[in-house]
């Protein structure tokens, strides 16, 4: 019987006013991808912190490489051969691609001068395992959201790593690049390498894992292997009943336009028209670098239009800053919670009632029971798992730092 590289067993982790992680357990095989699921808010990001050591846990046992390990942090981890590709990116845009991928562990001589042919060669190796078509000395602010995903997993290739955490891996990436995603883990998985694969994309869990274990509410649910389970089943496991509907159809009765775009035109969007209806939800799709961002950030007043019009319920509106965007009603929820979404060093109430505060305020003075009750009102409506209003929002999970978003549009 094939024996665990990684065992977290029973682990249990605190936070004031809430259990993260309620006798938590996951097992990763040589060899194997071990899908981790559960809904916003289960524990997973937590559990690995905790293996990590961004987190200490309360209790519990974590063993690698069949001994007993307790790792300092990220650094201890990734020396003692286990990495993490974070949701959120930890890459610096200023810098290359390759001292991104090698910064704080440059290649250095004796003498402690930088051996930068060597690291630009090892660096453009990466880039074309990965099928990244720059080269390592592009700036990584040239480059767009997925391609730095692509890059941070490269940085975690350059570990050698015997374990990977992958955590929401493709949310940025085109079906191509996810495509050469699932290529390396296949390398990988060749090469005896463990890997935890977190996502919310049940049919990627299908695609290429070969176990899955399942976290709800800090507790650990299963483990089960991909062959002897449903979609249905997993879905029973997360949320804890059956489902009939993954995702009902409801018939909107149509209103009148409320927005109508006339041959917009701005950075990276050209001629651009449509209308969307009340009640109706309008789709924009296309791959990375197709302007959609932008499109929505001209419409927004985050970007400048250059021609074409804007019509809100029957007026020509031309927002030039975000602030007229919102003062005409305007939300923009970004793609990029961490850089254009949150202030991640504030806390879920500041975040929230950041872009309310004028409608919040007497003169110049906040109403704090005010935001205080419309603050707790949206985190009961979104179901946030917070232990209080006041709590750091860059300590929730993604999926509660993203409904914080969401509630403060």
């Known amino acids: 019987m094939l024996q665990p590289i990684l065992q977290l067993s029973e682990i249990e982790k605190a936070f004031p006013g809430v259990k993260a992680l309620d006798k938590a357990s996951l097992n990763v095989y040589p060899g194997k991808v071990m899908a981790l699921l559960g809904e916003n808010g289960a524990g997973k990001s937590t559990l690995m912190k905790v293996l990590t050591g961004i987190y200490s846990k309360d209790s519990g046992e974590l063993r690698y490489q069949d001994q007993d390990v307790s790792f300092k942090g990220p650094r201890d981890s990734q020396q003692a051969g286990i990495s993490i590709i974070h949701q959120e990116l930890n890459l610096i845009p200023e810098l290359t691609i390759a001292e991104n991928i090698f910064l704080g562990r440059e290649k250095t001589n004796a003498f402690g001068r930088i051996l930068w042919s060597q690291m630009y060669a090892e660096a453009d190796r990466l880039l074309a395992r990965l099928n990244v078509k720059h080269s390592a000395k592009t700036p990584l602010g040239e480059l767009s959201l997925g391609e730095q995903q692509m890059v941070e997993i490269a940085k975690a290739l350059s570990f050698e790593s015997k374990v990977i955490i992958m955590d929401e891996p493709t949310d940025a990436l085109t079906d191509t690049e996810t495509e050469s995603l699932f290529s390396v883990i296949n390398e990988l998985r060749e090469q005896g390498c463990g890997i935890v694969y977190i996502s919310h994309?049940?049919?990627?869990?299908?695609?290429?894992?070969?176990?899955?274990?399942?976290?709800?509410?800090?507790?650990?649910?299963?483990?089960?292997?991909?062959?002897?389970?449903?979609?249905?089943?997993?879905?029973?496991?997360?949320?804890?009943?059956?489902?009939?509907?993954?995702?009902?159809?409801?018939?909107?009765?149509?209103?009148?336009?409320?927005?109508?775009?006339?041959?917009?035109?701005?950075?990276?969007?050209?001629?651009?028209?449509?209308?969307?209806?009340?009640?109706?939800?309008?789709?924009?799709?296309?791959?990375?670098?197709?302007?959609?961002?932008?499109?929505?950030?001209?419409?927004?007043?985050?970007?400048?239009?250059?021609?074409?019009?804007?019509?809100?319920n029957g007026k020509t509106i031309n927002p030039d800053s975000p602030q007229e965007g919102l003062a005409n009603g305007i939300a923009y929820i970004s793609e990029d919670r961490k850089g254009d979404g949150l202030v991640l060093g504030l806390s879920v109430k500041e975040n929230m009632s950041i872009c309310a505060l004028e409608q919040l305020s007497k003169g110049m003075q906040i109403q704090h029971s005010e935001e205080v009750v419309a603050v707790e009102d949206f985190i009961k409506l979104f179901n946030i798992k917070t232990p209080t209003r006041d709590q750091i929002i860059g300590n929730l999970s993604g999926g509660n730092q993203q409904k914080v978003a969401i509630a403060k549009g």
């Open 201 to 312: 994309r049940l049919k990627e869990i299908f695609e290429i894992c070969d176990d899955i274990t399942v976290l709800r509410d800090g507790k650990f649910i299963g483990q089960r292997t991909v062959a002897e389970t449903d979609e249905d089943t997993l879905i029973e496991m997360m949320v804890g009943r059956k489902l009939d509907e993954q995702y009902p159809r409801i018939d909107a009765v149509h209103g009148k336009t409320s927005l109508e775009v006339k041959n917009l035109s701005g950075p990276g969007v050209n001629d651009v028209s449509f209308s969307l209806d009340q009640g109706e939800i309008l789709g924009i799709s296309g791959l990375m670098g197709a302007g959609r961002t932008e499109l929505m950030k001209i419409i927004y007043g985050a970007l400048k239009r250059q021609s074409g019009e804007v019509i809100l």
